[in-house]
């Protein structure tokens, strides 16, 4: 075999592992994105669905009057405005009927309720 015709392989060979590299990758290229576009989905899921627990928890513990939320001009939480110690507070509940009344201290500190 001349060398003109060895050359001529080698670089066949170099070209086509070339190719069938770029194949390959680009196979598991586009399945990963695939199950990064899934996993991306579920986790934008599961976040609103966490987001909408929390602001249910938050919206309960203000209407039971532990802390004061802050809102922006829609109404949406934006954070807490204000939190009440809830150990001095005083909950009774009446035996006829099944409202809850809150008699809660406020704390103007927020520094206090680490004391």
């Known amino acids: 075999m001349d060398t003109g015709a060895s050359y001529l392989l080698i670089l066949i060979l170099i070209v086509s592992g070339i190719l069938t590299g770029w194949l390959i990758s680009t196979y598991f290229f ?3 994105s695939d199950n990064l576009d899934r996993a991306s989905e579920e ?3 599961e976040t609103s669905k966490m987001r909408a627990y929390n602001i249910m928890t938050l919206e309960a513990l203000e209407g039971t009057g532990i802390v004061e939320l802050a ?4 109404g949406n939480v934006m954070g807490l405005e204000r939190i009440i110690k809830s150990s001095d507070s005083q909950i009774s509940m ?3 009927d099944s409202n809850l009344t809150v008699n809660p201290p406020i704390i103007e500190n927020k520094d ?3 004391e």
């Open 112 to 114: 206090d309720i680490y």
């Open 94 to 96: 009446s035996s006829d």
């Open 43 to 45: 986790l934008k899921e």
């Open 30 to 32: 586009m399945q990963k």
């Open 71 to 74: 809102r922006d001009d829609s």
